[in-house]
């Protein structure tokens, strides 16, 4: 008997993520096809892509290259056991992601997801500690407004109250460092702020709380994105990292979002200068058409696990799909088009454009602060009192309605365009949020 109680469009099996369930089942927003930098909705209208799907599209949909790829890959390989055997396209596309890796992130450790490539992350860091005969650093610390994803190391570092409070005590020693959000101080600043670099002398406050010998790692988001477009002052991220070094603590950046030429440079190691020991990435790593993530670390960190007898398993992680040949597939031919259309360093080309554009939002309703890197962007909403992250998720409504998907977190507005966009669609979607800002209440 079929367990299905529903008429056959009825939409109560799918228990939609991240979503207000009962109000998207009451007028659901359906999207049926998608090229370039458009999306087609069930009505038939030609919605701007102003959020590249959930920040991993960056170079537009249903592209040639990548779905020719992945159509030839199904039928020739659909897939191959992860655990003790290989196929060439994992390790051809291994290869090629660390050419274009910053220097130094020679290895890479394959993973379905950004959540999957954290918790991957925090386990090379803890388990590279206790390899390196320093076992007693199990610490991991995280920061305010962090967001790793949504499996449990993964929000016990992050930080983000409504993610963690209904699940329990969460991964034990973990510490986090405060926010860098200081808008009294960098309101509508333009790019890097100028102040709140002393904020990464809280580690050493930390340090000193739990001494160094028991932290295996600091883990940040260079911008951390889902919160907000929240970018790092000025000289933080460096000082960050001579703390790491002086105590011997691992630092790890979470470029799931900002990866693959988020900030207009490949990675945000290439924007701001400071290189990590291990690089989480995923979305736009297959630019989100399979799913993937991908984590690399240095060679001292890969080398210091091949040790002892040749036949064991010298680390005991991995997932099914590690390395699935579809990803793969999809994976190489998603670098060939960044490559081939230069989309991973447009930065100097078109982010000064979007910039201006952006930040010609500040006189407009409700309006307080404005942040922008590379072609990511953030319009903060004065909120509804007593009704917080209403206002923004009626702007979020009325740019679909209009046109436009854009992307809302608490009373913030997010923008990050597919790499593709030109600069008539910059000012097509700061238009629409232009109209939406003057037509929300
Ligand atoms: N780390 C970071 C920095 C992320 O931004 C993850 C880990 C988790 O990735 P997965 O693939 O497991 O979702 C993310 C994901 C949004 C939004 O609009 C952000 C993400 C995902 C969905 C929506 O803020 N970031
Ligand atoms: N649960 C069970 C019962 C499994 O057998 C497996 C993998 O074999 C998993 C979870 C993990 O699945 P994955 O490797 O796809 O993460």
């Known amino acids: 008997m079929l367990n299905r109680v529903n008429a056959p ?14 109000q998207f089942k009451q007028s659901p927003r359906m999207l049926v096809a998608a090229k370039d930098m458009h999306y087609t909705s069930a009505d038939g209208r030609q919605i701007l892509d102003g959020t590249a799907g959930l920040w991993c599209v960056n170079a537009g949909h249903c592209r040639p290259k990548i779905v020719e790829a992945i159509q030839h890959q199904a039928a020739e390989l659909d897939y191959a056991p992860a655990f003790q055997m290989g196929h060439p396209i994992a390790f051809e596309f291994a290869n090629r992601l660390v050419d274009m890796a910053p220097d130094g992130l020679n290895h890479v450790f394959f993973t379905n997801s950004g959540s999957e490539s954290v918790e991957t992350a925090l386990k090379i860091a803890l388990a590279y500690q206790r390899v390196k005969g320093q076992g007693s650093r199990t610490r991991l610390i995280g920061r305010e407004r962090g967001y790793h994803g949504v499996n449990f190391g993964g929000i016990s570092v992050g930080g983000i109250v409504g993610n963690r409070k209904m699940f329990g005590t969460l991964l034990t020693g973990v510490d986090h460092l405060p926010h860098t959000h200081q808008p009294a101080k960098n309101s509508f600043t333009k790019g890097v702020p100028e102040h709140g670099a002393e904020l990464a002398d809280e580690l050493e406050r930390i340090v000193t709380l739990h001494d160094a010998s028991t932290i295996a790692a600091v883990i940040v988001e260079p911008v951390a994105g889902s919160t907000g477009v929240l970018v790092p002052p000025k000289g933080y991220l460096q000082k960050l990292r ?9 630092l790890i950046f979470d470029e799931v979002i900002t990866g693959f ?27 989100g058409v399979v799913p993937m993530g991908a984590v690399f670390v240095t060679s001292e960190i890969h080398d210091a ?4 007898p040749e036949h064991l398993i010298e680390f005991a992680h991995g997932y099914t799909y590690s390395g699935n040949p579809l990803a793969s597939a999809a994976g190489l031919a998603t670098l060939e088009t960044y490559k081939e259309e230069g ?11 979007f910039e201006e ?3 010609s ?14 072609l990511v962007g953030a319009i903060e909403l004065d909120p509804i009192a007593g009704e917080p992250t209403k206002r923004a998720f009626s702007a979020f409504i009325k740019a679909f309605e ?25 000012d097509e979607l700061i238009d629409h949020v232009r109209a939406v800002l003057r037509a929300v209440d």
């Open 305 to 308: 696990f091949m040790n002892g």
């Open 402 to 426: 209009r046109g436009a998907l854009i992307r809302t977190t608490g009373d913030i507005i997010a923008l990050s365009p597919p790499l593709i966009i030109s600069k008539g669609q910059i």
């Open 361 to 374: 939002l500040k006189d407009e309703p409700h309006v307080i602060d404005i942040r922008n890197i590379g």
């Open 343 to 353: 989309l991973l360093t447009r930065g100097p080309e078109i982010a000064p454009y």
């Open 242 to 250: 001579q703390i790491c070094d002086k105590h011997g603590i691992l």
């Open 357 to 359: 554009a952006l930040h």
């Open 9 to 22: 469009n009825d939409l109560s099996a799918f228990w939609m993520p991240f979503t207000a369930n009962r």
């Open 261 to 287: 030429g988020r900030l207009g440079t490949p990675f945000a190691v290439d924007y701001f200068g400071v290189k990590p020991d291990i690089m989480i990435t995923a979305k736009g790593v297959t630019n």
